[in-house]
Each structure stands twice: as C-alpha cells, then as structure tokens.
C-alpha cells in the first residue's frame, strides 16, 4: 500500500506538478508572445502528449486503467443531461463573479488568444481546428483528465472524509494557479468552477459530462465573442 502510494506521488509529479511549474515558469518569462498558429499548434501538442503520457503511466506504472475516470453508473443520454446541467452552473456562476468579484480582483486579458479569435473569422481552417480538436482534446480532454488525475490519486492517499474533501480543495486551488496568467480574477473564478467539477465528479465518478460542459463553456464564450466583438 505504501509503496502505491510512492508510486501515486511520483505520477502525480510527472504529469501535473512538474509540467504546470514549467508551463507557469514559461509563461512569466517568455516576452514575445504567441503567434495564432502556435495556439492552436500549442494545445494540441501540449494536451495530447499529456494525454499520452497520462495514458501510459497510469497503464503501465500505476497499473491501472483509465476507465476508472468514467466508472460511475450513466450512460450518454444522462452524460449529455448533466453537462447541459454543468454548462448552466457554470455560466450562471460567471455572471455572479462578474458582478461580485470583478470589482475586487485583477484580470488580465488575453491579447494573444482575442487575436486568434478575430483571426478565425477570416480563416475557416483556424475555426474548424480550434472548435475541433483544439478544443475537445487540447482544451476540454486534456483538462479534466488532469484535474480528475489530480484528485483520485490525492483521494489514495487516505480514506478520510476530511482527506477527501481538502483534496478537492487542494485540485482546484492547482486547477486555479495553473491560470496564473489569467490575473487573481481567473486563478480564483476558475478555481471555484474547479470545486464544481470536483464535486460532481466526487458524486457520480463520470469523467464524460465534465469534457462536454468544459467544451460547451468554453466554445458558447469564444462563439459569442466572434459573433459580438466589433469588426
């Protein structure tokens, strides 16, 4: 038991600590900027080797099988239901922290990705790559494999109650942080969907609602923006 432990911990390094430390450390010190082909090329190549490589640690190290992320009781109608559910939650969530903590916290906007966006109205390959497989894997997949990665090997640790609910704490503080570029209103506003998440997933072990609601938000946002920003 305590050697899967070790094991858990080492995984945990490799395929969450690790590349988000180097990915905030990246971030704060590159100064150029990202151009729109490095954004759609960037989260694919990113999230999908993450993918892979969570793929094969927990297959062959861990000796254990990412069913375990969807084995819940559900099926796709019910799946579907419930990420209508959870896009819902989440957009009514972020018009409350809109008006509640948009006064008292830091954003920073995104130049680089509201280039992108502007961009994909004149090119039709950057928006079918984008609300494609940039989104489903290299945004919405790769996302929350990590953070239910991140929180099922916290819960190994221990079988406390008290355990298991720090440990949704401690994932989406992670899940937070890892937005640090976003400013104090995105490291917090997503930390708080992050519990959402968390708890859903604490409920019913479904891996597949929290993809389809992560790309729905994300993809009615950036749909909205190309369909209001000015030209």
Same mark, same amino acid.
């Given at each position: 038991?305590? =050697? ?10 490799? &395929?969450?600590? /690790? @590349? ?8 704060? =010190? +590159?100064?150029? $900027? ?5 954004? &759609? ?5 990113? $999230? ?14 861990? #000796? +254990? ?7 819940? #009781?559900?099926? &796709?109608? #019910?799946?579907?239901?419930?990420? /209508? ?17 948009? +006064?008292?916290?830091?954003? *920073? ?14 090119? @039709? ?7 494609? @497989? ?12 990590? *953070? !239910? ?6 819960? *190994?640790?221990? @079988?406390? #109650? /008290? ?15 890892? =937005? ?7 490291? !917090? ?6 519990? !959402? ?7 019913? *072990?479904?891996?597949?609602?929290? !993809? ?6 994300? $993809? /009615? ?11």
């Amino acid at each position: 038991m305590q =050697h899967q432990k070790v094991k858990t911990l080492v995984a945990l390094l490799l &395929i969450v600590l /690790i @590349p988000f430390a180097l990915m905030l450390w990246y971030r704060a =010190h +590159e100064s150029g $900027g990202f151009a729109s082909m490095e954004l &759609i090329l960037y989260p694919l190549l990113f $999230g999908g080797g993450s993918i892979i490589s969570l793929w094969i640690i927990k297959n062959y190290f861990l #000796k +254990e099988s990412l069913k375990d992320f969807n084995s819940g #009781k559900g099926n &796709i109608v #019910k799946d579907l239901l419930w990420a /209508i559910a959870l896009t819902g939650i989440y957009f009514i969530l972020f018009y409350v922290e809109r008006m509640t903590l948009s +006064e008292i916290l830091t954003f *920073r906007s995104n130049n680089e990705l509201l280039g992108l966006m502007l961009e994909m109205r004149e090119n @039709p390959l950057l928006l079918i790559l984008w609300f494609g @497989p940039v989104l489903w894997i290299g945004i919405a997949l790769y996302e929350e494999l990590i *953070r !239910v990665f991140l929180l099922t090997s916290l819960w *190994r640790l221990s @079988p406390s #109650k /008290i355990w298991m609910v720090a440990a949704i704490l401690i994932t989406s503080i992670i899940t937070g942080l890892a =937005h640090w570029s976003q400013g104090s209103y995105g490291i !917090v506003t997503i930390a708080i969907k992050s519990i !959402v998440a968390c708890v859903f997933f604490y409920k019913y *072990r479904r891996l597949l609602p929290l !993809v389809i609601s992560h790309a729905l938000y994300d $993809g /009615i946002q950036v749909g909205m923006l190309l369909i209001t920003y000015p030209q």
